[in-house]
């Protein structure tokens, strides 16, 4: 089987490496098709791989594929880790990196950086594998970062406008932030544990739970704590919590299949597949645990708030997307890292198809965002229409869909957790059922319903989107129906096995088993939870207020206009960012100019190493005049300093 | 006296490259050029594969004279590739040219002093290395016949004879101190100091001079210039590497004590300095490399200091040998390809994104990225370095590296920045394409197979 990794992840490079560098060789469709065949291949292979295990109960696969460099004990290496929570991963990835791919003909279709477009997500889809299967933490941060890197280079794919290079500097900023911490982490395991491989950091570390770091003279930390909390900061960077989420809005300005691919089904899931893989760390830590659940929250239910003013039809799934990743990291935090890594399945399912419909939307409107300019398109576009239907029900947790299932087992979760945030947090995933609802069917509404504001021209060119975007819109429809029922083995049975790693202290999964009497009563039982009502009276709400008396949308814009300032603001937390790190930074950098820099670095450092490699060079090119008879000198000189030195020392 | 029976045999990579080296002259007083290409090709290859069975020897032939050890092995093997990736570089650049085949004879002439240099355990052998990969290479600078290479070949030459002159004065020093020419002897105990000073102050000066170390490195930025791009392509790396190779052969038979290493740690920290900086004001990008090779040649210096004592120390020399060999000619073959000037390669990264991005990888490793050949080479070089003490000389050199980021990444700049006029992009030939491609394989390869390759060599 050993082979059959190697190839899942290799396939997609290939396919990368040869859109890239010979695409012109190849052309648009040569290229399309390299990096199709490519991610076709590792989905393909990934199912095998799904029987190998799962089907056939092979047990979890732990190698070193191939050893880089052994350095002072610590070995580099190239390594897998192949257990049930890397398969599901496995799958998700290339199933929705397969479907970008296909949706990405028609969406791209007379883009000048065609070839260079599937060249990165190509690569992306490498670099996603190699962090998923990771056996160890140095491949985990190489994966990391690649994903990162793609992500950057496509947010300013369309290079030329200011926006999308401003909106690439922000991610990439904000996500150094985060490495930075996750970096952190890494070196602290590096040098406590003296190894980076995965199954011996997890062996090492119940020896490890009272073990303190001195970080400021006479305040012992608990070292676990310390480990997951550096480590989280990485999550929070890259799955854009709060208060590091300020990046994935702008990413906004990225092609949209990019949105859906890196930034709602994959990339920044990876944040919460560390937390999970990490599992056998964090159980340790109750502190860390609650962090991450009060994080989590707040990023669930006020990112929420957001995307009910939003305009721009991206934005506010955007907005989603961030509530949502709340959603998942507040599981992480009851200790239900199954239901998180489920809600993460469904998610990826639900919402890649959500944007993909709405790029669908934004072609068929040449490229129109604004849902204040949309209306009534349901009659032009049906098999957006109906996608998207589907799509916005799992997302809002409609009984029978994908959505329900992962949600309900959150929020029950937390309701059992009884770490000191579960109060809170169970507050905040209850109420953001209800505005997640509300901003979902107001887009849709807004949308698909309504009248038609737009005008006469974008009218006689409406129509459906070519079948290669609506396909992969079908084919994701239907897992975001069906992937629900898988929850029996997966959340409550043992499909994740020793994947992942639940202590006596935190009992939440085991408690909920226990009341889990099959996916049907689940649906009857949520039926009559406050969950369904709270999304029932938002879909209501929506349709109400959108439909019905558009009027009284703008009369509560007039009546809380002091909460409709602090929305549409997001919070505040840019212009924060604006005014505290990058004012102060000027400001600060301003005194340091003044101060330090004029006279001190620039005067004497700066353009005096400037000056003094400048002259120093000017004197090395001097000495290279050309003349015979000055080089016959300079080696003379030298040939006397060695007679010294070695009559000197000898 | 050993005999000649055992010898031979141990010596055929050698016997076949001057085999190769006649040949080709053969061929070309036929006026079959291609053949000539074709014959030393085949043979320097063969001569290369003879010399994988000689791997694990360490003994010496001619009484102790020649030495057969891993560093004149491995010497063979990165050699005599590389040559053979020069001769196609030359063949690409020199192809129709009046005596073509013999500058193919005069590249298997030089590489077989480099090999003799590579080898020498005696100071005889030391001399005609530095004179047979000399002489060689005075008229392959010479070649064009234009005003520009004949000054530089004449500058070349001048200079090297007054090095081999003041190296040939020090060295009969060391024969009036021990009565031999054999290195083994310099660890004689009770040697006159003085005597053993001068030798090595010439020793220095000559080897100096042919690995363009400062201060004996004026002619190699003029010398590079005036020939043509595979010339100086070739002489970056080939007769360099020798010279390098003999120095530690010296290094291993010097007695400790004698401040041979502060004073090799001396040049090191000069050279470094002086070939990054010079490089640094540089818009030819032949002058550019030609500063360039001679900072790396610095580099190599931390592996000689180490000689002795560190075990790192050989195999720290013959894996950067390899990395550099590798990075050094594949970067000079996309300058054959794309122009000698810093504006000829403005965009190329965009036109050609295959070249462009070799070409940034080329410059990576020179500069010691991770996971590229240069990294491994001098992650080596400097553990060695701290091995042997000389801990202050590593972070000269790590200093230096950074100073080199800002030489090469001039270049990198320049390949993505847009063009200001069309875009008129050279179409590369074949041969200069095949050259790339292996080099930036042997790049590559060195450095993710890093520890693969120095398991066994450990």
Redesign the interface.
């Given at each position: 089987m050993e082979n059959v990794y190697l190839a899942i992840a290799l396939a997609p490079l290939v396919g990368a490496i040869l859109a890239g560098l010979f695409g012109r060789l190849i052309g648009r469709s040569g290229a399309h098709w390299v990096t199709i065949l490519g991610v076709g291949l590792s989905f393909l292979l990934s199912l095998l791989v799904f029987k190998h295990h799962v089907i056939d109960g092979a047990g979890a696969f732990n190698g070193t594929v191939y050893t880089w460099m052994v350095s002072d004990g610590i070995r580099m290496e190239v390594g897998f880790l192949i257990d049930r929570l890397t398969i599901l991963m496995m799958m998700v990835v290339s199933f929705v990196s397969l479907m970008v791919h296909i949706y990405t003909i028609g969406y791209m279709h007379d883009d000048p950086g065609y070839q260079r477009f599937f060249s990165y997500i190509a690569l992306f889809t490498f670099s996603m594998l190699m962090l998923v299967m990771s056996n160890n933490f140095l491949q985990l941060f190489f994966g990391w970062e690649a994903v990162g890197l793609v992500s950057y280079l496509l947010i300013g794919f369309w290079y030329k406008r200011p926006s999308a290079i401003y909106a690439n500097l922000k991610a990439f900023l904000v996500n150094r932030v985060g490495d930075f911490g996750f970096l952190l982490g890494i070196a602290a395991v590096a040098m406590y544990f003296d190894t980076l491989d995965y199954a011996d950091v997890f062996a090492a570390a119940p020896s490890m739970v009272d073990a303190t770091i001195e970080i400021f003279q006479g305040s012992p930390w608990s070292l676990m704590t310390v480990v997951c909390i550096l480590l989280f900061i990485g999550a929070m960077g890259k799955s854009a919590q709060v208060p590091l989420h300020v990046w994935l809005p702008d990413s906004m300005e990225g092609p949209t299949p990019i949105s859906a691919l890196i930034h709602a089904a994959t990339m920044v899931t990876a944040g919460i597949f560390m937390v999970a893989r990490m599992s056998p760390l964090f159980e340790l830590s109750d502190t860390a645990l609650n962090v991450v659940m009060v994080i989590g929250a707040i990023t669930a239910l006020f990112m929420g708030f957001l995307g009910v003013v939003q305009n721009d039809i991206k934005r506010v799934i955007a907005y989603s997307t961030l509530s949502q990743l709340g959603y998942m990291t507040v599981a992480l935090g009851a200790s239900a890292y199954s239901a998180a890594i489920f809600h993460l399945m469904t998610h990826a399912f639900f919402k890649a198809l959500l944007f993909l419909a709405a790029g669908s939307v934004i072609i068929a409107m040449h490229h129109e965002q604004d849902i204040r300019r949309m209306g009534g398109l349901k009659k032009y576009m049906p098999v957006t229409y109906w996608t998207s239907l589907v799509g916005s029900l799992a997302l809002i947790g409609f009984p029978g869909l994908a959505g329900f299932f992962s949600k309900d087992t959150i929020i029950e979760a937390v309701h059992a957790s009884s770490l000191a945030a579960s109060g809170f947090a169970y507050f905040a995933v209850l109420s953001g059922v209800f505005v997640t609802a509300l901003y979902s069917f107001r887009m849709f509404f807004l949308v698909f319903h309504t009248e038609e504001r737009f005008d006469e021209h974008t009218r006689s060119h409406l129509h459906e989107p070519p079948a290669v975007v609506t396909v992969p819109l079908i084919l994701l429809a239907i897992p975001s129906v069906v992937a629900g029922y898988w929850i029996d083995p997966v959340v409550f049975g043992d499909y994740f096995g020793g994947a992942i790693f639940f202590s006596d202290a935190h009992p939440v999964m085991e408690e909920l088993t226990h009341e889990f009497h099959g996916a049907w009563s689940f649906v009857l039982h949520g039926l009559t939870g406050p969950a369904f009502w709270f999304a029932m009276a938002g879909l209501f709400t929506a349709w109400y207020v959108y439909t019905r008396q558009p009027d009284l949308a703008n009369q509560a814009r007039n009546r809380f206009a002091w909460l409709y300032r602090v929305l549409v603001d997001k919070y505040g937390f840019d212009r924060f960012n604006e005014v505290v790190f990058a004012g102060g930074a000027r400001g600060v950098g301003w005194l340091l100019w003044k101060a330090g820099d004029v006279v001190l670095i620039d005067g004497l450092l700066v353009n005096g190493s400037a000056r003094v490699v400048g002259w120093t060079a000017a004197v090395a090119r001097h000495l290279q005049s050309g003349y015979l008879y000055h080089y016959a000198f300079g080696m003379i000189l030298g040939l006397l300093a060695f007679l010294s030195w070695f009559i000197w020392w000898g | 006296m050993i005999t000649m029976a055992r010898d031979l045999p141990l010596l055929w990579p050698e016997i076949l490259v001057l085999l190769a080296g006649a040949g080709a002259l053969a061929c070309e007083m036929l006026r079959l050029p291609r053949t000539a290409l074709a014959v030393a090709t085949a043979l320097l290859l063969a001569a290369t594969a003879l010399s994988l069975p000689l791997l694990s020897l360490d003994t010496t032939v001619f009484g102790g004279t020649f030495r057969v050890d891993a560093l004149s092995v491995w010497a063979k093997l990165i050699l005599l590739p590389a040559t053979v990736l020069a001769l196609l570089l030359a063949r690409a650049e020199l192809a129709g040219s009046d005596r073509e085949g013999t500058v193919y004879a005069l590249l298997c002439f030089t590489s077989f002093g480099a090999l003799v240099l590579a080898g020498s355990g005696d100071t005889m052998f030391l001399v005609l290395g530095v004179l047979l990969s000399g002489l060689g290479a005075f008229a392959l600078v010479a070649y064009p016949r234009d005003d520009a290479a004949t000054e530089a070949a004449m500058?070349f030459f001048?200079?090297a004879s007054?090095?081999g002159a003041?190296m040939v004065f020090g060295l009969s020093y060391w024969f009036g101190a021990t009565g031999t020419t054999l290195l083994d002897d310099l660890a004689t105990p009770g040697l006159p100091?003085?005597a053993?000073?001068?030798g090595?102050?010439?020793m220095?000066?000559g080897l100096?001079?042919k690995a363009s170390l400062?201060?004996?490195h004026?002619?190699a930025?003029?010398a590079y210039e005036g020939a043509p791009v595979s010339v100086a392509a070739y002489l970056s790396v080939v007769p360099k590497i020798g010279a390098l190779f003999a120095l530690a052969q010296v290094a291993r038979d010097l007695p400790p004590g004698?401040?041979?290493s502060?004073?090799v740690a001396?040049v090191a920290v000069l050279t470094m300095t002086?070939g990054y900086?010079?490089a640094?004001?540089q818009d030819n990008l032949v002058r550019l490399l030609a500063y360039s090779s001679i900072a790396q040649a610095g580099y190599f210096l931390l592996g000689i200091v180490a000689v002795g004592a560190s075990p790192l120390a050989l195999l720290s020399l013959v894996l950067f040998g390899a990395a550099y060999a590798a990075m050094n000619l594949g970067a000079f073959a996309i300058i054959q390809r794309s122009g000698r000037t810093l504006e000829s390669f403005a965009g190329l990264g965009r036109a050609r994104?295959?070249v462009g991005?070799a070409m940034v990888l080329f410059l990576l490793s020179l500069t010691g990225i991770p996971?590229l050949a240069g990294f491994?080479g001098k992650l080596l070089l400097f553990g060695a370095a701290i091995d042997a003490n000389h801990t202050w000389l590593a972070v000269i050199a790590i200093v230096n590296s950074v100073l080199s980021l800002a030489v090469y990444l001039r270049i990198v700049v320049a390949l993505y920045r847009q063009p200001a006029g069309a875009p008129g992009v050279p179409a590369g030939g074949a041969l200069v394409t095949l050259v790339w491609v292996a080099a930036l394989a042997a790049t590559l390869l060195i450095g993710?197979a890093?520890?693969?390759l120095l398991a066994p060599l450990v």
């Open positions: - | 500058k001048v200079f007054v090095a003041v100091p003085a053993i000073a001068i090595l102050a010439g220095i000066v100096g001079y400062a201060p004996f004026f002619w930025p003029d004698s401040g041979w502060g004073a001396a002086w900086l010079a640094l004001v994104p295959a991005v996971p491994v993710l890093a520890q693969p």
